[in-house]
């Protein structure tokens, strides 16, 4: 369903994609681990073009661009396809829980008032929050921030959800929170590709495992071919550090 094909990012001099190339299918869920500054964020970004690659093609479905040629078009159609779930959340502050979820319904799916807020409510119930619609974004913890930051996503019906380390701005008592909905989400057979920090939620949901290291996959497998058979000397090295 979706395949990278020799993608390859410079920032200025620096090499941060040297040559990527990863499929996934339908219904998986990949995790993609690795030290920080190896491009994991990078190779997520330009998934969906908010980062242009240098080279390299990307296919999600029928849509498939190529960095040499790309069409405005073909970008837009492409973001369609993904939702991005981010660090910092990345809310609209002055609207409501309920109102952030609608945006995409309204704004990108084109629903009426009231169907958008059928919806919107039934997304914010399945991540918990059924109690804080009408809550704005300063009001709610960050665990349940980044849950409202789900159910946009979920709103937006992706092909793929693209987490970006969803855990990595919140206090340690409320990863759970976040992880446990994620999981339940990864359930349903959503596809899903997630950069995280947090290796044994990504040995316990995961299809696959994609070990980055300085631009380059270095190794990938099932959690146990990464985490208990792994081949090589970078993985072992970071799986190391991370005990
Ligand atoms: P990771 O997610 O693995 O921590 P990133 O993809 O965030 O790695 O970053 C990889 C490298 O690219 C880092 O050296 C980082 O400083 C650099 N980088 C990322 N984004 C930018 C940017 N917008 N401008 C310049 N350099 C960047």
Known sequence: MI?????????????VLKGINLKVNKGDIISIIGPSGSGKTTLLRCLNYLEKPDEGIITIGEVSINARKVHKKDIYTLRKKSAM???SYNLFQHKTALQNVMEGLIVVQKKNIKEAQEIATELLRKV?????????????????????GIARALALNPEVILFDEPTSALDPELVGEVLSVIAKIAKEGKTMIIVTHELNFAREISDRIIFMDNGVIVEEGSPKEIFVEQKEERTKQFLKRMV
Do not use: D
């Open 128 to 148: 918990g929050l059924e109690h804080k619609t009408k809550a704005f974004p300063s009001h709610l913890s960050g665990g349940q921030q980044q849950r409202v």
């Open 3 to 15: 395949e990278i094909t020799n993608l390859k990012k410079n920032f200025g001099p620096n090499e």
């Open 85 to 87: 779930v981010f660090q």
